[in-house]
């Protein structure tokens, strides 16, 4: 009897320990910041991972940049190399309406059009909504913010 009372507290403290250690990961890998970009007068919604890279963005907001429309399919800033931490580096095909961070040049990068193409970037986040304001649009000043809700 005094060996299964044992055995049923450690399974509980056991189980409690793995609940919570699993209820912590899946929290973290789930958040977002929600940030408005603004161009043109257009305010445009997005949510970008918590990684180092994003997080570093977030420190320089609020800030209004001008955007050069590059390639027909896409927005960039040269923030300058090194201007963001190297973490998560990816080479798949991108998303269109992916925010990115170039590391070659330290370009932040609205991609609004797809190519198909496949190169290194650290995926900082996804636009949720329209962004046809960019569209053939040429160079532009785009404001960067934290949401307010």
């Not at 970008?48 to 997080?55: K, Q, S």
């Not at 300058?80 to 040049?105: C, F, H, N, Q, T």
Request: proline share 3%; net charge neutral.
């Amino acid at each position: 009897m005094k060996y299964t009372a044992v055995f049923l507290a450690s399974f509980f403290v056991l189980s409690a320990a793995v609940f919570f250690c699993l209820a912590d990961t899946a929290g973290a890998e789930g958040k977002k910041i929600k940030i408005n970009i603004t161009a043109k007068g257009v305010t445009m919604t997005a949510l970008l991972d918590d990684n180092p890279a994003a997080r570093t963005l977030v420190k320089k907001f609020p800030m209004t940049v001008n955007m050069q429309d590059l390639y027909d399919r896409e927005m960039c800033f040269r923030m300058g190399k090194g201007a963001l931490p190297k973490s998560e580096e990816r080479s798949d095909r991108y998303e269109v309406g992916d925010i990115i961070y170039w590391p070659p040049m330290g370009s932040l990068v609205i991609l609004y059009a797809q190519n198909r193409e496949e190169f290194d970037r650290i995926h900082l986040g996804h636009i949720t909504g329209s962004f046809d304001v960019f569209k053939n649009a040429g160079d532009m000043d785009v404001t960067w913010q934290l949401a307010k809700d």
